[in-house]
């Protein structure tokens, strides 16, 4: 089980932490992601990390300003976006999966949250 937290509504240019907290069997999770749908648009992969490692993906549109981290301790993952823009408001969901083939895809992730929402105001 997920749950995902922290969304909320920001000022362009601000700065929100998702978290998201795993329940259940995590010694068997493999990699999370974040991933976000805005209204109208098909979900959009922002983040990945793998558990074991801590190697992260991200996709070009948020290098720089998006930043996934894990703190295996308290089975959560967290999202610090960072310098935010009106285009980044989406309801921010969390994934999980036990194996992964390729990163961005959405069909690879098993578990899923049930989102966040994050509005950034101009």
């Known amino acids: 089980q997920l749950q995902a937290s922290g969304g909320g509504l920001v000022q362009a240019g601000g700065s929100l932490r998702l978290s998201c907290t795993t329940s259940g069997r995590t010694f068997s999770l493999y990699a999370m992601a974040w991933f976000r749908q805005a209204p109208g648009k098909e979900r959009e992969f922002v983040a990945g990390?793998?558990?074991?490692?801590?190697?992260?993906y991200y996709p070009d549109s948020v290098k720089g300003r998006f930043t996934i981290s894990r703190d295996n301790a308290k089975n959560t993952v967290y999202l610090q976006v960072n310098s935010l823009k009106p285009e980044d408001t989406a309801v921010y969901y969390c994934a999980a999966t036990q194996q992964l083939t390729t990163w961005g895809l959405d069909r690879e992730f098993k578990y899923w949250g049930q989102g966040t929402q994050v509005t950034v105001s101009s």
């Open positions: 990390i793998k558990l074991n490692g801590g190697s992260t």
